[in-house]
């Protein structure tokens, strides 16, 4: 079984829509991410949590909303999805109390028309 | 924010030909991560590296951490096909106080067989 999954793997959807995605992860690891992906530009970190209820913004975190419920679960959403919320969206985790390394999920691809 | 230059953006190579990219860094860091991207995938990670000076092998990999601390190397010996990928660097600040990384825009390899 995957360290990390990502729900759903692909979505389409609408301008205005408000749509989560969700991540789940068996590693134990007290620390998640959420980052964009878009041709070009690399990966661009939104949000980060090092433990539940806690919250920090990134880099692009216009437009996008988290919540941090369980250690295990980190939700990204977009409140009202536009067109150039298209992306890749990949979640990663890492354990503060190791060498802190990052572990991705395999991604979720997102479109907004 | 700190910002990470990685070249060559792409490669299109012969099957059995050694690779190498690099990464620097206009501020320093004290970590330096190495992931491929396979289609369809998440990033997976490849080489960690943690002190300057740093030269560590994974099969046929290897990378080093610059001594001057602002810049980071991957080899790939005798390319095959499966090498096919994205290649990012990612490394982590001396300065800053949380565990953020920030990546580069990745290096598009394609081997020909």
């Known amino acids: 079984d995957a360290d990390v999954t990502q729900t759903p793997r692909n979505r389409i959807t609408k301008t205005g829509k408000r749509i989560m995605l969700e991540c789940s992860q068996t590693k134990g690891h007290d620390r998640m991410y959420w980052y964009r992906q878009d041709p070009g530009l690399g990966l661009r970190l939104i949000y980060y949590s090092f433990d539940v209820k806690d919250i920090n913004k990134g880099e692009i975190s216009d437009g996008y909303s988290v919540s941090r419920q369980a250690q295990a679960k980190f939700s990204l959403s977009l409140e009202s999805a536009i067109p150039n919320q298209t992306a890749l969206y990949f979640c990663?985790?890492?354990?503060?109390?190791?060498?802190?390394?990052?572990?991705f999920g395999p991604g979720t691809r997102l479109t907004v028309l | 924010g700190q910002q990470l230059n990685q070249s060559p953006q792409s490669m299109f190579i012969q099957e059995g030909e050694d690779v190498s990219m690099n990464c620097t860094s206009s501020?320093?860091?004290?970590?330096w991560l190495w992931y491929k991207q396979e289609p369809g995938e998440g990033p997976v990670l490849l080489i960690a590296l943690y002190k300057a000076g740093e030269l560590t092998s994974n099969g046929r990999l290897t990378a080093q951490f610059g001594i001057t601390r602002k810049d980071s190397f991957l080899n790939i010996s005798a390319s095959i096909p499966s090498d096919v990928g994205i290649y990012f660097c990612a490394g982590r600040g001396m300065n800053s106080g949380y565990s953020t990384l920030t990546f580069g825009k990745g290096t598009m390899l394609l081997v020909s067989p």
């Open positions: 990663a985790t890492s354990d503060a109390t190791g060498a802190d390394t990052q572990y």
């Open positions: 501020s320093i860091f004290n970590t």
